[in-house]
């Protein structure tokens, strides 16, 4: 097996080790945590021309990575928050975003931004935000939100070869996911993927929820409530006919969104499946559960509710098949990914 940060360090050093073209640079990237240890050894390995700390300037750091991807070189930029790219979304939008299609297409525009998200333990307001839906809605961006290692590997590849600028969000929660037998295949990821297989309910969802609904979905199975759960790393352009066809079978579908509702992927792919697809007639149940439409707290007590869990999942489901299920109730606690964190975030 194989855990999220060993999966983006092993994809980093091997892309770099094939590329010479290659270079990472950002905020910690060099310093002892590097950066939770997905840049453990690059600096040793490639030395300081290729792997690079620079002074905190989010707008200006950005505006390194477009220069350098403009000169042929193909840059992997860090921030270790999403909430401080925001300062660097000029840079995105009007430089990064558009500079292809403005000179006609005639060449690739190599880069890779690492964002990441967190949850819980203090976080709050500033250190939990995540624009991934505003993002996927830019024409230029490619947008990849992975769910494992697997994924991981898979973004850093193919963001790194697409030609197109690319943000690669990552949850802080996932980086402790692990896979088996890791390949790069491009076809394996292109657009939407079967997590689970079922006849009666179809669940929609991406990102660090997926973990979450797998745990459901097993659960569930115990009650003979089979799911159709579908997913993405990939969104930017989905082609929904698997989702469409899923809905057709099951005629019910939950949308589990990581973040607020307002605006969201889901909301538009929802949007899509009715006015495109045409499924309003055949949908008998059909949901949206997200994040609250407010601020993280930095309360452990507040933050109690705020986030979607497995129990929920299973509660809905059950509750709209008519099933009754004995959910035990966990001593746990709700703001950390597990009993392997032990910080920081």
Same mark, same amino acid.
């Given at each position: ?25 950002? $905020? ?14 690059? =600096? ?8 690079? !700390? &620079? ?5 200006? $750091? ?5 220069? =350098? ?6 840059? #992997? &930029? ?8 925001? $300062?660097? /979304?000029?840079?995105? #939008? ?7 299609? &403005? ?9 890779v ?29 490619? #947008?990849?939100?992975p769910? !494992? ?18 943000l690669?969000?990552?949850h ?9 037998? %890791? &390949? ?5 990821? +292109?657009?939407l993927?079967? =997590? ?14 997926i973990?979450? /609904? ?13 799911v159709?759960?579908? @997913? ?13 066809? @899923? ?21 538009? *792919? ?22 609250p ?10 933050? +109690?509710?705020?986030?979607v869990?497995?129990?929920? %999942? ?10 009754? #299920?004995? %959910?035990? *109730?966990? !001593? ?14």
């Amino acid at each position: 097996n194989i855990n999220y940060i060993e999966a983006i360090n092993n994809a980093l050093i091997k892309i770099m080790k094939t590329n010479k073209k290659v270079i990472c640079f950002g $905020l910690g990237i060099n310093d002892p945590k590097n950066i939770f240890g997905s840049t453990k050894n690059l =600096l040793k390995f490639f030395g300081n021309k290729r792997v690079f !700390d &620079m002074p905190t300037s989010e707008n200006a $750091l950005t505006g390194v990575a477009v220069g =350098l991807s403009l000169n042929s070189y193909i840059p #992997v &930029m860090m921030h270790q928050r999403f909430d401080f790219f925001l $300062l660097a /979304i000029d840079q995105l #939008v009007n430089s990064a975003a558009k500079w292809k299609f &403005m000179f006609g297409h005639k060449r690739k525009f190599k880069m890779v931004f690492r964002l990441i998200i967190g949850r819980g333990w203090g976080q709050g307001p500033t250190h939990s935000q995540s624009y991934h839906s505003f993002l996927a809605s830019l024409p230029g961006l490619d #947008v990849y939100y992975p769910y !494992d290692a697997e994924t991981a590997y898979y973004s850093i590849f193919s963001g790194l070869t697409s030609g197109n600028p690319s943000l690669l969000i990552e949850h802080r929660w996932l980086h402790s996911t692990t896979s088996e037998n %890791i &390949m790069f295949d491009r076809n394996k990821f +292109k657009g939407l993927q079967k =997590l689970a297989g079922g006849s009666e309910f179809t669940i929609f969802s991406y990102g660090y929820l997926i973990p979450e /609904i797998k745990k459901a979905c097993d659960f569930l199975r115990r009650y003979s409530i089979e799911v159709d759960l579908i @997913s993405t790393c990939f969104l930017t352009n989905i082609d929904l006919d698997l989702l469409a066809k @899923s809905i057709t079978k099951t005629k019910k579908i939950l949308f589990v969104e990581p973040f607020t509702k307002e605006a969201s992927l889901t909301s538009s *792919i929802f949007s899509q499946l009715l006015t495109e697809y045409n499924l309003s007639s055949i949908i008998e149940y059909s949901k949206i559960i997200s994040l609250p439409s407010e601020h993280e707290s930095t309360s452990y007590f507040q933050t +109690k509710n705020r986030y979607v869990n497995w129990r929920q %999942i299973v509660e809905i489901v059950a509750a709209v098949m008519g099933k009754e #299920v004995q %959910i035990e *109730i966990e !001593d746990e606690h709700h703001d950390i990914p597990g009993k392997w964190f032990t910080g920081p975030f």
